[in-house]
């Protein structure tokens, strides 16, 4: 694992590099940006070269497919499970369209060629310690960290508390570093700490001890005070092209059409679109499409009550996935998730009818084309009910749905009333 | 590896292990203790951390057939060497798992790879400071109470260390009381005068080390490091970060008020009237007359205590409030019979002293 890993982040790896050749390395960032485009992993590496012993100096070059060595994104390789069926049949029609995504590729490499950055060298002790995740020096803590402060109490993680910020980052940042290089806090899914630990935190943020860098990984820096903000350089992450996650969720062994519906669904973030082909959940989101078509007043809340029991199998899964993930956290993914499904499918359905039947907005040749759309009949028979106006309002309902899950409102009725005002959305198109 | 070892030995190493390993953590490899043979020296050194304070300790008597290192759970082996009743065992490590045999029973433990176990930087440590085991455990006794936990000021977490040439020196503040000792030592020709922060944690795992009174223990200070070694054990610890508060100008000069007091009497006076006290109202009031010490507290909603006790005083009337907590504390660390109190003024800093070489001050509270 190197830098080189964290493709198509050429913008905030120059950042980072420049500001370390000059000498002016600030001692907190906020790495923002969608989720799953590779934040969490520059943290990493970033850190893993600030902890290095001999880090080397080496050009920036994304190789052949923007991978740098052969370890995987999230270290796990066995991503076959259940996903190598074969059927491809009827993904002949858009191949073209994924083959001239090879030569987009190179031409995404930007100037970088020209830079040269510094990478951690991966062989000396520090390297393998960090690989190892036992680096006395290196920091993580996320939402799950809560189970190991002192008071270890029983939480629905769904945020980062006080105790967490307090025991380990602000206690161990006032010591030496072990290994006497530097010491590395990360911390993910910042914008979950609460606004007691935000405050504890701003201290060690603003004058932190010599050699003590943190950073703050986040898909939501609004979430942050104020305070926290004017105290860190801000890093922006862009999605990734869908082509490269396309190719990537290959690799993985993913299905060629569930790659092609997983690369467009996840809108540039590859940590995400992994996730959810591994999790195996194509065959339901096709269940709901064909179910959508037949939406009436009789079956709207046997729907939601499918949403809904589905969003509760997609929490077990990532449970088991995860394992040190709080069922209601789990759970309350399963249900964002299910939004984000119905979010594309009406994006979907409203392009098709906006742009044609490609259905799409880039010109051709573009690395975000990847053909045409999966279940495409059942997309053109939603749009017979649904124009692009009453699309857009179901939209809007899902942004409404989706604040009312964060306020942990009871999740049937969301889904119920979901359903429902679908159903009045396209009557008053009509 | 494959080594035969005494089972009470390697159990003492081990139980040390497991005082230092952290009880929860997100790297199940920290909850792991590294064996580790040499064959030249024929040695079994049981290793452990929590990535702050690292722990090396030697067994005695054991005998190495074939060098190696395993990492399995500290907790596992050590209650395994708990339970057996067995002379001497054999630790025998393959691929894959570290095997510990005994006269009628096998286990076999799963463990991580050795490699992946963090180990603090290797630099060679120069030694600096020597001195009597039972003097820097009574000196980490009459100190570590005293330091601040969880303070934002990163400083006064830990406790000072200050070496001037045959003199070593502890001091532990948290803002509102310091505790002072000094201790004579053995310094190296070349180190005049060296001063750390050392974190209280480790300084706890060191009282458990220092179990030999007589021995000299060598301690070396290395920047970011300090290392406290005896025969057997070998204790790393990071220092904090920091400046310490200027201390000397924290302790009172001048008190014209020195009153001897009869420690158990008083502790147990400040215990009785602390019983009438609560969060809004925490502190109790000393008032000093002629020959009689009178300690009163009062809560407004549960009531007032005053307790009488005979001293010899003959100054000035007093009137002096403090926190109960503050002089407990180090009553409860005091040996002698006898303490030493000064004061100057009812809102001046108080000072309590025994022997030549320990001092304590508490800032006064209002009641």
């Given at each position: 694992m190197s830098i080189l890993e964290c493709f198509g982040q050429d913008h905030a790896i120059i950042r980072l590099q420049k500001a370390r050749q000059l000498s002016r390395l600030p001692h907190s960032y906020i790495f923002y940006g969608?989720?799953?485009?590779g934040k969490g992993l520059l943290a990493g590496q970033w850190a893993k070269m600030m902890l290095c012993s001999e880090p080397r100096r080496r050009k920036l070059t994304w190789g052949d497919s923007g991978q740098g060595d052969s370890d995987g994104l999230f270290n796990s390789t066995d991503s076959t499970n259940s996903l190598d069926s074969t059927d491809s049949a009827d993904s002949t029609d858009s191949t073209d369209s994924i083959d001239s995504m090879d030569s987009a590729d190179s031409a995404n490499a930007v100037d970088s060629d020209s830079v040269m950055i510094d990478d951690c060298c991966d062989k000396c002790a520090d390297c393998l310690m960090v690989r190892a995740g036992t680096h006395p020096d290196l920091h993580k803590i996320d939402k799950q960290s809560v189970l190991h402060t002192?008071?270890?109490?029983?939480?629905?993680?769904?945020a980062l508390p006080i105790d967490v910020i307090r025991e380990m980052v602000i206690e161990p940042a006032g010591m030496f570093p072990s290994r006497k290089r530097a010491r590395i806090f990360i911390i993910e899914q910042a914008e979950s700490m609460n606004i007691a630990a935000q405050n504890a935190l701003l201290k060690t943020l603003e004058e932190p001890p010599a050699n003590t860098f943190l950073i703050l990984v986040t898909s939501n820096p609004e979430l942050f005070l104020p305070t926290i903000r004017s105290r860190c350089q801000e890093i922006r992450f862009v999605s990734l092209p869908k082509a490269f996650i396309y190719k990537r969720l290959l690799e993985y062994g993913v299905e060629e059409r569930q790659g092609r519906f997983w690369a467009e669904f996840s809108d540039g973030r590859f940590g995400y679109a992994l996730q959810l082909a591994q999790m195996g959940l194509y065959d339901a989101k096709r269940e709901f499409l064909e179910q959508l078509c037949r939406l009436g007043y009789d079956n709207a809340l046997v729907l939601a009550e499918w949403l809904q029991s589905q969003a509760k199998e997609f929490g077990k899964v990532l449970g088991e996935k995860q394992g040190e993930i709080s069922t209601s956290d789990a759970d309350r993914q399963g249900r964002l998730f299910w939004l984000d499904v119905i979010v594309h499918v009406f994006s979907q359905v409203m392009r098709r009818q906006v742009f044609g039947v490609s259905g799409q907005f880039s010109e051709p040749g573009s690395q975000n084309q990847l053909g045409q759309p999966d279940q495409a009949e059942q997309l053109d028979q939603i749009g017979r009910r649904f124009d692009p106006y009453v699309c857009s309002r179901v939209i809007k309902a899902v942004t409404v749905s989706r604040r009312y899950i964060f306020a942990n409102a009871n999740p049937a009725l969301i889904f119920e009333s979901l359903m429902l005002e679908c159903l009045n959305c396209a009557r008053a198109g009509v | 590896m494959n080594v035969k070892c005494n089972r009470a030995a390697l159990y003492e190493a081990v139980q040390l292990a497991s005082s230092i390993v952290p009880a929860r953590t997100p790297k199940p490899i920290l909850q792991c203790a590294k064996l580790e043979t040499q064959k030249k020296d024929q040695k079994l050194t049981v290793i452990a951390t929590d990535n702050e304070i690292t722990l090396e300790h030697i067994v005695p008597q054991v005998q190495v057939i074939e060098e190696g290192a395993t990492v399995i759970p500290a907790d596992r082996i050590a209650a395994i060497l708990h339970e057996s009743r067995d002379e001497t065992i054999d630790l025998i490590v393959d691929e894959a798992a570290c095997n510990i045999n005994g006269k009628d029973s096998k286990y076999r433990i799963y463990g991580h790879d050795p490699d992946d176990f963090p180990t603090v930087s290797a630099a060679q440590e120069e030694i600096c400071v020597e001195i009597k085991a039972v003097n820097l455990k009574r000196m980490i006794h009459h100190t570590a109470f005293a330091a601040a936990r969880e303070n934002t000021r990163y400083a006064i977490n830990g406790v000072l260390w200050e070496q001037e040439g045959k003199k070593l020196r502890m001091v532990a503040t948290d803002g509102r009381r310091l505790a002072m000792i000094e201790g004579e030592c053995k310094a190296a020709k070349n180190k005049l005068a060296e001063n750390a922060i050392v974190p209280v944690k480790a300084m706890t795992v060191m009282e458990h080390i220092l179990n030999t009174p007589d021995e000299m223990v060598k301690i070396a200070f290395s920047g970011n490091h300090i290392t406290t070694s005896t025969t057997l054990a070998k204790l790393t610890c990071n220092l904090v970060q920091g400046r310490f508060p200027k201390y000397t100008d924290v302790i009172p000069s001048g008190c014209d008020k020195i009153i001897q007091i009869d420690s158990e009497a008083l502790r147990s006076a400040v215990r009785r009237a602390a019983l009438l006290t609560n969060e809004q109202s925490r502190g109790i009031l000393m008032t000093f007359s002629k020959d009689q010490l009178c300690l009163s507290s009062s809560t407004p909603e549960a009531g007032d205590a005053e307790i009488n006790m005979k001293i010899e005083y003959q100054g000035e009337p007093l009137k002096i409030g403090f926190s109960p907590q503050y002089i407990l504390d180090v009553l409860r660390v005091l040996e002698g019979p006898q303490i030493t109190c000064e004061f100057s003024d009812g809102n001046k800093p108080g000072l309590i002293r025994t022997g030549k070489d320990f001092l304590y001050v508490v800032m006064p509270v209002t009641v």
């Open positions: 969608p989720e799953g485009v002192r008071k270890a109490r029983s939480s629905q993680m769904l | -």
